[in-house]
């Protein structure tokens, strides 16, 4: 829920509560100027809306600074609230997919940029304001935040949600948007589609048997973008489902809510 600003301006309109790895779409005074701790956010110029994500592990409190175009300004200060996340354990996994040698590492380095490079768009697009839904439905295998230790190993936290799946099961987009890449056999995340919604917004289809969609492609709710498989890094069938505002990953469970009851 929205709540309007009680300082220096009613037109301000931000959630009651801020908690990691939540996104956060506001709403002000078309033609202002937002800061979030110095750094400038997109407005769109006709609603206001304007829309920023909070890393898993941030805790000190966001500085959001609004300059209206009559010369007025308004600061508040956004205190996050912290989660709680478990551990999970994941074997089986070939030894190279957990360490992975030179030749791979150089692989690795490479696609990770063409997949930075997709998430880096900032298009004014309003695509977001749509909503989110659930691309697939089945058994939560890996939730969001969640340490991972791949075959006895440490390594960094999941931030995605793992969807169980049969495969060759239809994966649809989440939210209309345009697809920014869409490449078949990528060494981590296997056949994978990623999706702008504007405004640094992407999602991210990873472990897919087939990719169905063109990069340039606009989408829209719920059109088919590919089906599950189990390539790239994988023990089984099932979707990596992600959601990133720009390089900050957040938890689709939070933005699309608990999964529907498949019929």
Known sequence: MLVASHGLSQALELPETFTQSALVVGTVE?????????????VDERSGRFVFGIHRDRTKPFSLRVEYRDGRRESRSLPVRAREYDIERIDGLPPRKVSPGTRDLERIRREGRLISAARARDSESLFFEAGFGWPVTGRISGRYGNQRILNGKPRQAHLGIDIAAPRGTPVRA???????????DLFYTGGTVVVDHGHGLTTIYSHLASVDVDNGQQVATGLQVGTVGSTGRSTGPHLDWRINWFDVRLDPELIAGPMPVAR
Do not use: C, F, I, N
């Not at 078309?30 to 997109?42: E, H, K, M």
């Not at 989440?174 to 078949?184: F, K, N, T």
């Open 30 to 42: 078309p033609g202002a100027v937002v800061t979030l701790d110095g750094q400038s956010l997109r």
């Open 174 to 184: 989440s939210a209309p948007g345009v697809v920014v890449l869409a490449e078949s």
